[in-house]
C-alpha cells in the first residue's frame, strides 16, 4: 500500500471532517450553531492528531483544531474554503501546483527539504535550495510556468534526481551543472508540456 500524497491525506481530512458534521447535524432536528459545529468538528480532528497515519499533516491538523476552539472562527467555514480550492486544484492544475507537488514528493518520498537560498544563511547539505527570484517571477498570474526554475543540492542523491523528477512528468529537468567532489547539482526545470 502507497501512503498518500500530503494533498491526498488533507484533502481527505477536510472532505471527510465536513461530512462527519452534515451527517450529525442531518440527524437533528434542531439548527447546530456554529460553537457547537466547531466542537464537533474538534472532536472529529483531534483523534488524527495522534494516529502515525496523519504525522504529514499533524501542523495542518493542530491550526485546524486551534481554528474550531476559537470563539470568534468557523472551522466550518475554513474547511469548506480548502474544500473548494481541492476542487479547482484537481479540475486545473497549473505549473506552480505542480512544483508544490514536486517539492512535496521529493520531500516525502526522498527525504529532500526544499528551502529558499539567502545570503546570509548557511546551506545545508541534503535540502533542495530554490532562488526565490526563480519563484516569484517564473510564474504568471495564472500559474503557468513562463521562465526555467534552478534547484540547487548538495547530497549524494544529485545525479539521479533528474531521472526521478523526470519520471514524474511534472516537469522536464537537465543538470546544469554538477561538481562530483562536492556532490553539489545545479538543475533547471522546465515546463513539461513545451518539451517534444
Same mark, same amino acid.
Given at each position: 500500500m502507497t501512503e498518500k500524497s500530503y494533498n491526498?491525506?488533507?484533502?481527505?481530512?477536510?472532505?471527510?471532517?465536513?461530512?462527519?458534521?452534515? %451527517?450529525?447535524?442531518?440527524?437533528?432536528?434542531?439548527?447546530i450553531p456554529m460553537a457547537q459545529r466547531n466542537s464537533l468538528l474538534?472532536?472529529?480532528?483531534?483523534?488524527?492528531?495522534?494516529?502515525?497515519?496523519?504525522?504529514?499533516?499533524?501542523?495542518?491538523?493542530?491550526?485546524?483544531?486551534?481554528?474550531?476552539?476559537?470563539?470568534?472562527?468557523?472551522?466550518?467555514?475554513?474547511?469548506?474554503?480548502?474544500?473548494? %480550492?481541492?476542487?479547482?486544484?484537481?479540475?486545473?492544475?497549473?505549473?506552480?501546483?505542480?512544483?508544490f507537488n514536486l517539492l512535496e514528493l521529493l520531500r516525502s518520498e526522498h527525504g529532500l527539504g526544499s528551502r529558499f537560498v539567502f545570503e546570509s544563511e548557511r546551506r545545508v547539505a541534503g535540502f533542495i535550495y530554490l532562488l526565490q527570484e526563480h519563484v516569484v517571477f517564473a510564474f504568471g498570474n495564472s500559474g503557468r510556468q513562463l521562465s526555467p526554475i534552478s534547484l540547487f543540492l548538495e547530497s549524494e542523491k544529485a545525479i539521479g534526481l533528474v531521472d526521478i523528477i523526470n519520471q514524474t512528468k511534472l516537469f522536464k529537468a537537465e543538470m546544469k551543472q554538477f561538481n562530483r567532489d562536492l556532490k553539489q547539482g545545479h538543475i533547471i526545470l522546465h515546463p513539461f508540456a513545451c518539451v517534444d
Open positions: 491526498e491525506l488533507l484533502k481527505n481530512v477536510v472532505s471527510s471532517a465536513l461530512l462527519h458534521l452534515y %451527517l450529525t447535524a442531518d440527524e437533528s432536528s434542531r439548527f474538534v472532536r472529529y480532528l483531534k483523534p488524527k492528531l495522534k494516529l502515525p497515519s496523519y504525522r504529514r499533516i499533524k501542523n495542518e491538523l493542530r491550526k485546524l483544531v486551534a481554528i474550531g476552539r476559537s470563539e470568534n472562527e468557523s472551522l466550518e467555514s475554513k474547511l469548506n474554503e480548502l474544500n473548494q %480550492l481541492y476542487v479547482q486544484r484537481e479540475s486545473t492544475p497549473n505549473d506552480a501546483d505542480k512544483l
